[in-house]
């Protein structure tokens, strides 16, 4: 098995969310700041990326509404995380950006546009759960 730690704070977290969330019509909805629940949780912020975006690979959960300054999010609740699912779907590992040489086309350059642009998107959703936190 991969990251076996990885696991055990995608457990917990979804466990912290599934106690928190809400039957709605969509589904079971938990409605919150994720890193707030990792500090109650007594995990370290730095798991926060991986353990969400882990979480939405497995498809535990998807996003129905993101929030920002202090508006929680919402997430639907889908299913709990299994060994079974960690192992079907493996973390990704952090990617090292490619080094372009002089046959690099438009749509490697491109690809590699999108690819920073998720990143960027990461780090700002990252920063308003962060401010949202200290607010």
Not at 85 to 113: D, G, H, I, T, Y
């Amino acid at each position: 098995m991969g990251n076996p730690a990885l696991l055990d704070h995608c457990i917990t977290i979804w466990n912290g969310m599934d106690e928190r969330a809400e039957d709605k019509l969509e589904g079971r909805v938990y409605e919150g700041f994720l890193t707030g629940l990792f500090n109650e949780l007594g995990l370290n912020t730095p798991y926060y990326t991986a353990v969400r975006n882990q979480l939405v690979n497995m498809d535990c959960m998807r996003l129905i509404k993101r929030g920002g300054g202090p508006t929680p999010s919402k997430w639907l609740l889908m299913q709990a995380p299994t060994i079974e699912l960690f192992e079907a779907f493996p973390p990704s590992q952090p990617s090292q950006a490619p080094k372009l040489n002089k046959k690099a086309n438009a749509n490697q350059v491109m690809q590699m546009v999108r690819d920073l642009g998720n990143r960027v998107a990461n780090l700002e959703d990252q920063m308003l759960e962060v401010r949202d936190d200290h607010s």
